[in-house]
């Protein structure tokens, strides 16, 4: 006969899942679940230094990154009392008292008691903790099933007591003979259930349980299509955080004939009034995120009526869903390590008392990056500092700063009251952007949309912000200022007083040899594998050469450091992994690199800097270079030899013009100062405010420049209008110029253009929504009153702070970007009739009618190259849409409509 508790379909992990979150174990958790109608709870109970056991997965590290808890070393001690005064992502704990009162009130409930892997002694000792915290209570004990991790762990526990309910945990891949000795030891023992991971729960498995007379419990899931699979197989109950037997009711009665009768009738008595949602009288579209809100209940119980389950949520979903959380920082673009101006700002963040009430989380990647930066968070005790490598787009939507080197990801929509900070990751020497020779000046489009959503570009000298603003051609439509300071990882050069020095050098040098560094860059027109030969020759050769009062650290790109090893040189080392990369500079006698931009930052110390450039040719002419390198005041070494001879001559040049003009910013307490920006601070900052351009601003998007008459027009319309009252952008997606580049080149080289991606990442109920509409399950009508608001994110995502005057709508099939572009904040909207989309019109489908019928009611003009055009308009557009149709013979028609003063009326 199945034991009682599994005549329940579902148990409730964790006392259930409660606001997006897992392992909770507590009221919150609990009163969720029972609201639910759970009638059947898992609850981990965790054994306290003083004795008792609370409702807890653990405090562990691990365990409290899982709970939302700040770790501290002092809870390896926790006591009941200390367990108390935690939180668990922001929700208060629960002493087993209150469970028992729960336990108590609701006789008709039972209970999963998980106690984790356990020694035999250990089981006894939190067993006899059960009985006292549980009062003893025998009617409440027979309610209980045990979990039994082991053997050892069984008979430990029965030692002290005997339930009615045991449990044995399968760990998961096992075996089908270590499933037959498991299955001979529950009967052996009593055992009622095991517990079957869900990578494991085959239809074999399950049967081959259920046979030998246990209950199966499968752990744990949260689909719940493969629920009814499983369920399907014979499994009893399914452990899950989010699964629950209201929604299992609502789910049956929506199913059921008299309720389909009920909804088809109201369906057909519905009369959709409204044209448009969200146009105000003039047509600009009205965002109003709480309106998405408050149609959530119903969109959700629309796709479960359809049968299908929302979404993995996405950065759209955070954006809508969470608000700005005061003093949280959020740093992206370390790398591999935590080093550069990163580890001097958080080192700041994490030291200076001004910064106590901040929380500071550093993007990581779990496999590769994340143990690395936390082993020197936990060396460096920055007890603010926490790293992530899940929920990353949570974090870009409800931190109130941002900082980066390099960029956050495209997907990322900056939020009303957020502050960016861009870095960048060093002196431009090489070419950037719409620079950089060949065919690729459309990949621009994440590094553009990061600084259009900057608000303060760091920049460590003039040459900097000059090349920079070259580089991308969009100085005229950032909000964000120019912020005028050295690098903060110079500081780290600098600060390095001369006992430090002394000490670096006894453990760097310890007989004292001379120091050198060689930080090269990665060369792109080389393979890995070709890299790493031609690095490995230059260091064969420098090894044998130098003398054995000379040592020779060396920072290699990380695709080199793997296939290269330091370990059978004599003179050569790697930079030591925690000794920081600054200050090993600061102690060196000399630099040798070549184009990489650390030499502007070694320029500091004012010390012989060495750049080995015997492929300048090849590398100048494959990457392009801002300088003229021959011109540089360092020492330039043409072969290997010369690199040897310019180490043992020393520094014999002359280097103080230079110095002075790209060190002008450089400060020892530059970290400070950067770090004053997130109290509101700006004193003694230099800041400068964007060049003010009162051009027009003008894009036309023509997604790929697919070679055609449209393209042709689009070049002609770009060369032709005035330059000194407006400015046009050529917007396109970076993939699909990609496949385009024989239309697009080489005209783009000599427009302004402006970069994009066109993919939308849904939120978790919009893709279901957006599917049902592509489906033909649902009206458009129907899927624009929620999907409407995710479009308005798309130029917002694009284009971030930009301020567009007007946006022409000029070649694109892609319906979703029609409808975006047409909900941008731009004053006014222009859509034109390309030749592949009056293609579509007469052709294609019916998303793409629907889209360009929607984006009518947003534009001020609707521009067409013929009759025909415009006829097949007519049969998709309502009249008053159609007044606004104008046939265009020629650019200047164009260019007349674009450039007309005003906002869109």
Known sequence: MTAPMFKNRYMAHALGGYKGFKYLNNEDALKNAIKNEHRYFEVDLTL??????????????????????????????????MFLRQRVHDMPTMDTETLYQYMKKHPNFYWQLDLHTLSGERAEAVTRAVLRDFHNDRELLDRFLVQANSPEMFEGIEKVYHFNYYQLFLKRGISAEELRKSIEYCKKNGFVSTALSVH???EENIRTIRKAGLAVLIYSLDKRKKADELFAYGANTICTNTLNPRDDRIRAKKNS???????????????????????DKSGKYV???????KQKRFYSLLIKLHRRERGEKTVNDYYF???????????????????GSMQYILNELNTNDAYTDFKIYVRTDKKKTDSIVKGYIEQNGWKRTKTINKSLSEKMESCQYLITESYFPYSWIKKPGQVMIDLWHGTPLKNLGVLKNGNKVHRTSIQQKNFLAADYLLYPNEFTRNVMWDSYQITSLLKARALMM??????GILRVDEKTAAELRKQLAPNGEHIYAYMPTFRGYLSDSESIERETEFLDYIDERLRDDQILYVNLHHKIKEGLSCDKYKHIRNFPPLVDSYSLLAVTDALISDYSSVFFDYLVLQKQIILYIEDLDTYRSFQGLNLDIEELPFDLARDKQQVIDMINRGKQYDDSEFYNAMC????????????????????????ENMPEDKRKKILLYSEGCVAGRDTDRLWEINSSYDKERNEIHIGCDEFITEKNTDGAYPQLHDVLILSSQDKNPWSSLGEPVYKLYRDGKISFK????????????????????????????????NPDMIIGLALSDADRRVLFISERMKTELKDGSRAFKDAVRYAANFCSDILVWDEEAKKLLSGVLEKEDMKKTVISKDAGDVLGILCRTGKQK
């Open 321 to 339: 869903d969470k608000s700005i959380k005061k003093n949280t920082i959020l740093i992206s673009g370390l790398g591999r390590s935590v080093r």
């Open 200 to 202: 494991d729960a085959s």
């Open 782 to 813: 129907r899927a624009i009153r929620f999907l409407q608001y995710e479009y308005a994110l798309m130029t917002r995502r694009m284009y971030g702070d930009a301020e567009l005057d007007v946006i022409g709508i000029y070649d694109t099939v």
């Open 48 to 81: 306290t230094e003083d004795g008792h056991v609370v409702p807890s997965h653990g405090w562990s590290e691990a365990n409290c990154e899982r709970a939302g808890m700040t770790y501290l070393p002092e809870f390896e001690h926790m006591t009941r009392e």
């Open 664 to 687: 002008a910013f450089d400060s020892a307490d530059n970290p400070e100062k950067f770090c004053q920006l997130f109290v509101g601070d700006e004193r003694g900052i230099t800041l």
């Open 287 to 293: 965002f109003k995120p709480e309106e998405r809100e």
């Open 257 to 279: 004939k008299p309720y389909k009768i009920k909804k088809k009738i109201k369906k057909m008595l519905h009369i959709d009034r409204r044209k448009v949602m969200g146009a």
């Open 486 to 491: 050295g690098y903060p990882r110079t500081s």
